[in-house]
């Protein structure tokens, strides 16, 4: 089992920037998937950008030249940098990580194999 953390979540006026972290128990497998995904009020839960074990990063187009994904793996830590923030972007944020899927892509959400708790951004207008 993988646990999940996410932790700089807060409120910020619209054009702020947050940064998110995420930190995971220690895990020996190789390949992975790891992403973070969003959840506003009254709506489905979606993808904001996935990173695998090689690198390949993935956006949803509505944060691209926004949001930055990376990670540190020495520390098991994924981050989310997130800059030029709108109202929109206000919703409840959540780490993931998979070990089995073939192709990491932000979409659909429901295959993730484990999920942190989440952190709130909350973005004035």
Same mark, same amino acid.
């Given at each position: 089992?993988?646990?999940?953390?996410?932790?700089?979540?807060?409120?910020?006026?619209?054009? &702020?920037?947050?940064?998110?972290? *995420?930190?995971? $128990? !220690?895990? +020996?497998? $190789?390949?992975? *998937? %790891? &992403?973070?995904?969003?959840?506003?009020?009254? /709506?489905?839960?979606?993808?904001?950008?996935?990173?695998? $074990?090689?690198?390949?990063?993935?956006?949803?187009? $509505?944060? /691209?030249?926004?949001?930055?994904? =990376?990670?540190? @793996?020495? /520390?098991? +830590?994924?981050?989310?940098?997130? @800059? @030029?923030? /709108?109202?929109?972007?206000?919703?409840?944020?959540? *780490?993931?990580?998979? %070990? =089995?899927?073939?192709? *990491?892509?932000?979409?659909?959400?429901?295959? !993730?194999?484990?999920? &942190?708790?989440?952190?709130?951004?909350?973005? =004035?207008?």
């Amino acid at each position: 089992q993988v646990h999940l953390a996410e932790s700089g979540g807060g409120s910020v006026q619209s054009g &702020g920037s947050l940064r998110l972290t *995420c930190t995971a $128990s !220690r895990y +020996t497998l $190789s390949g992975y *998937c %790891f &992403g973070w995904f969003r959840q506003a009020p009254g /709506k489905e839960r979606e993808g904001v950008a996935v990173i695998d $074990s090689d690198g390949r990063i993935v956006y949803a187009d $509505s944060v /691209k030249g926004r949001f930055t994904i =990376s990670q540190d @793996n020495a /520390k098991y +830590t994924m981050y989310l940098q997130m @800059n @030029n923030l /709108k109202p929109e972007d206000t919703a409840m944020y959540y *780490c993931a990580a998979d %070990f =089995s899927m073939l192709r *990491c892509e932000p979409q659909p959400v429901g295959v !993730r194999d484990f999920w &942190g708790q989440g952190t709130q951004v909350t973005v =004035s207008s």
